[in-house]
């Protein structure tokens, strides 16, 4: 066994440095087709979203029981937060800001934190979705970008069309993305969690449309590429259509997303969505509305021919749970869809329980079960 073993990795090595130049050898997951691979064979994307593991001052044996109990579902990738800009230096942070001027944290409360978050997840074989804001003003967000540079209480869509705001952005990702550039634990960059015209308060320019976003999507997912082509770029949104004749705002372009218009651009490697039927007030049949959604977007997966995740997903323990999540991890499962990360992962650390929206779900509990389950089954649906 032994020597097979040294025998195959001798091969393998000379095989990738003969070809240095062959995507399939470098490690980074890529997407092709409809999904993903890792070194020519299927990657499968299964998981869980953890934002806090980057924010919320874990130390390094904290970082890794997070990932040992999202491993022990079967999960490979988890998202997570790269950002958290304050005004005022606290915690874990990743920008300060001072006036219009941002100071990044490369510190051991800042990137140096982040990186013991790569270094837990490479231990267990993770791969790491990072976004790199958020359309609410939960760990700052754009609504800090737009009232540092322009004042507060501006339009938040000044975000997507501000030059300066844009510069401040761009600078941002250049050194969080320029960090990691030959690091495969990073399967992607998210270019923002849950981008919309409208964001935490109700200020809006009035001119915000879908291709006001879209064409933000292209600038920025190009700049990324200009700085990192190793790995994937996605949106992070939450999978809104635009289409006219629709009277549901999940279909009718009113959220500022076209879904379909985002994963055809060209420097977008994989379309998100997530899936809310209660807080999106679609309940007359929360698990229809859910299971129509996921293949109207595995639909755009097969017509674009780029993968699809769903990467956001809860209903509370009270409403009919785990009667929904097996009926939507089965419509992703036997629909063709790329992959699946539930929110949210949860863990008992040292100082206690992680954070508890209501959908965390915490080792050996139903819900943790059942991810073991579905992510057998779509391993063996990759695999096959
Ligand atoms: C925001 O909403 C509140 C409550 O509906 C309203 O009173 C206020 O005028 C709105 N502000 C703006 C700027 O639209
Ligand atoms: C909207 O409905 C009209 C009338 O049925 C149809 O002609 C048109 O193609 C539809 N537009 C879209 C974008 O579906
Ligand atoms: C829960 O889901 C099941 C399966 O779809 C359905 O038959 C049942 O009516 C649902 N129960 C409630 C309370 O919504
Ligand atoms: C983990 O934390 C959750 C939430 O507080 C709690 O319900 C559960 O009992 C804890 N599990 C263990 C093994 O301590
Ligand atoms: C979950 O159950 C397994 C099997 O009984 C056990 O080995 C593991 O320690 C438990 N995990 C936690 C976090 O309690």
């Not at 890792?38 to 953890?50: I, K, Q």
């Not at 978050?117 to 267990?124: E, L, P, T």
């Not at 958020?134 to 975000?159: A, K, R, S, T």
């Amino acid at each position: 066994m032994t020597l097979c073993a040294s025998l195959v990795t001798l091969a393998l090595a000379a095989a990738s440095y003969a070809n240095p130049v062959s995507r399939a050898n470098t490690g980074y997951v890529q997407a092709s087709g409809q999904g993903f691979t890792l070194n020519g064979e299927p990657y499968t994307v299964f998981g869980s979203n953890s934002y806090w593991v980057g924010l919320t001052e874990l130390d390094t044996t904290d970082m890794d029981t997070t990932f040992a109990n999202i491993a022990a579902t079967g999960g490979t990738t988890v998202r997570t937060w790269g950002f958290n800009d304050v005004t005022t230096a606290s915690g874990d942070y990743y920008q300060l800001w001072d006036g219009s001027t941002a100071t990044i944290n490369y510190g051991a409360t800042g990137l140096e934190n982040f990186d013991n978050v790569v270094a837990a997840a490479a231990k267990y074989n993770i791969r790491l979705i990072v976004t790199l804001t958020n359309n609410w003003d939960n760990y700052g967000g754009m609504d800090v970008y737009v009232d540092q540079i322009l004042g507060e209480g501006q339009p938040h869509d000044y975000f997507y069309t501000n030059s300066e705001v844009i510069a401040a952005y761009q600078n941002y990702v250049k050194a969080f993305v320029s960090r990691y550039l030959t690091e495969p634990t990073i399967f992607g960059w998210e270019l923002a969690n849950e981008p919309r015209c409208t964001g935490s308060t109700n200020a809006t320019s009035g001119t915000c449309t879908t291709t006001t976003i879209t064409e933000w999507i292209k600038t920025m997912s190009a700049y990324i590429k200009s700085i990192d082509t190793n790995h994937l770029v996605g949106l992070g949104d939450e999978g809104w259509f635009n289409d006219a004749n629709s009277t549901d705002y999940a279909y009718d372009g009113s959220q500022g997303i076209d879904f379909n218009a985002n994963l055809a651009v060209d420097t977008i490697d994989f379309g998100t969505f997530h899936v809310y039927p209660f807080t999106w007030g679609e309940d007359t049949d929360p698990i229809e509305f859910g299971t129509e959604w996921i293949e109207n977007h595995r639909d755009s997966q097969a017509t674009y021919n780029k993968p699809v995740l769903m990467e956001e997903f809860g209903v509370f323990v009270d409403q009919n749970q785990t009667e929904t999540y097996e009926n939507w991890y089965s419509t992703v499962i036997d629909g063709g869809l790329a992959g699946v990360l539930i929110w949210q992962a949860g863990s008992n650390l040292t100082n206690g329980a992680t954070p508890d929206d209501g959908f965390a779900i915490y080792p050996n509990t139903t819900i943790y079960y059942m991810e073991q389950d579905y992510s057998a089954q779509l391993k063996a649906r990759n695999d096959a």
